[in-house]
């Protein structure tokens, strides 16, 4: 009698702690991180300028800011655009996105913009989309900027303020999945309607506060 107790409460005791390793083990498969570094960020403002050509071969990788805006200076009528891509390679290629949110912030008060010192203004509504060409920070520009795809695109809200607007765990898991399936090369940020005046500006991997960098939280399931 004695052994058959003791057997059983060996037997109990294994199921407990089997069951307890596989919650664990489930629990273990869900991760998030967050890629914000320098390292896992790349981005660029494209520009146009009709009264100064030279700005269609500018490369602008290393500013501080992503401004986004059709306007006009001195009559002749200006575009800016922005590119940013975020590697994915820390992700485990097997893995399942569950959810993918871009951050991105917007310009403080009193923010020195070498090209929209003007701050958010009209219906500035972005279309984020997705690029489908190779492009470097460092050399991307205007005239040899890559092409996107309309498909998925997805519209960030209209602006609320002048400044400090800030589009926080904005949901692009689906063009990340498709990012995953096809290759990445990141988001390119235009406005909805180019036309003057609108305006829309954001915070790049180079700014100061890395607080305020772009950044993506990714959550996925091994």
Same mark, same amino acid.
Request: net charge neutral; hydrophobic share 35%.
């Given at each position: 009698?004695?052994?058959? *107790? ?6 109990? +005791? @294994?199921?407990? !702690? ?31 300028? /009709? ?18 805006? +059709?306007?006009? !200076? ?9 590119? @940013?891509?975020?590697?994915?390679? +820390? ?21 020195? $913009? ?10 500035? @509504?972005?279309?984020?989309?997705? !690029? @489908?060409?190779?492009?470097? /920070?460092?050399? !991307? ?11 998925? /695109?997805?519209?960030?809200?209209? $602006? ?28 390119? *940020? ?24 772009? +950044? ?7």
């Amino acid at each position: 009698m004695r052994i058959r *107790l003791s057997f059983a409460v060996i037997a109990f +005791s @294994i199921i407990t !702690v089997s069951a307890t390793t596989r919650e664990g083990c489930n629990q273990n498969k869900i991760k998030t991180i967050v890629l914000r570094d320098q390292a896992d960020v790349i981005d660029a403002h494209l520009d146009y300028n /009709e009264g100064t050509p030279s700005t269609f071969d500018a490369n602008t990788g290393e500013a501080n800011e992503l401004p986004i805006f +059709s306007w006009t !200076v001195y009559g002749f009528p200006v575009t800016g655009r922005a590119l @940013i891509r975020f590697s994915l390679k +820390s992700i485990p290629k097997k893995s399942e996105i569950l959810s993918a949110k871009l951050s991105l912030y917007g310009y403080p008060e009193n923010f020195q $913009s070498f090209a929209m010192p003007q701050g958010n203004k009209g219906d500035n @509504i972005v279309v984020l989309q997705r !690029v @489908i060409d190779e492009w470097k /920070e460092n050399t !991307v520009t205007w005239n040899n900027q890559p092409r996107v795809t309309r498909e998925g /695109e997805i519209a960030l809200p209209i $602006s609320t303020s002048q400044w400090n607007y800030n589009v926080i765990n904005f949901d692009v898991t689906s063009l990340i999945k498709d990012m995953r399936t096809t290759e990445n090369y990141g988001f390119s *940020l235009r406005l909805q309607t180019e036309q003057t005046y609108r305006s829309i500006g954001f915070l790049s991997s180079e700014y100061s506060d890395v607080t305020k960098r772009p +950044s993506l939280e990714i959550t996925y399931k091994k």
